[in-house]
């Protein structure tokens, strides 16, 4: 039991000191995407894009859609940094940035790549 609090409170303590390098006045830190407008503003996309990317997983699977507006393949092409080619492999990429910062877990790349295809 002491051996599992302990783990717990290194856990914290790594998740706190994370967060708090990424933070910088209250924001997370995000490397800029490779190119051009996102397919939607900023604000929408912090607010919708989970909503976006169910809708075209649904349509990918049921309907056999693909490449569509909202297709995660196209969000990872863009938003890869170009210092790791992820969006996962480091603190300041973007999906773990703003995922680490609200506490979301990223389960996407369990079954999808986290970098373009070459």
């Given at each position: ?37 996102c397919v939607e ?26 490449g569509a507006k ?8 863009c938003h890869a ?38």
């Amino acid at each position: 039991m002491r051996s599992l609090l302990s783990a717990l409170a290194r856990v914290a303590l790594v998740a706190s000191a994370s967060l708090a390098a990424q933070s910088m006045a209250g924001q997370p830190v995000i490397e800029p995407a490779r190119s051009g407008p996102c397919v939607e503003d900023a604000p929408t996309m912090r607010r919708q894009h989970m909503e976006y990317l169910k809708h075209q997983r649904d349509a990918t699977v049921h309907g056999g859609v693909r490449g569509a507006k909202y297709s995660l393949k196209s969000c990872v092409a863009c938003h890869a940094s170009q210092q790791t080619n992820s969006v996962t492999a480091a603190p300041t990429n973007f999906c773990v940035s703003c995922h680490s910062y609200a506490a979301v877990k990223i389960d996407c790349f369990e079954c999808h790549a986290n970098q373009p295809a070459p």
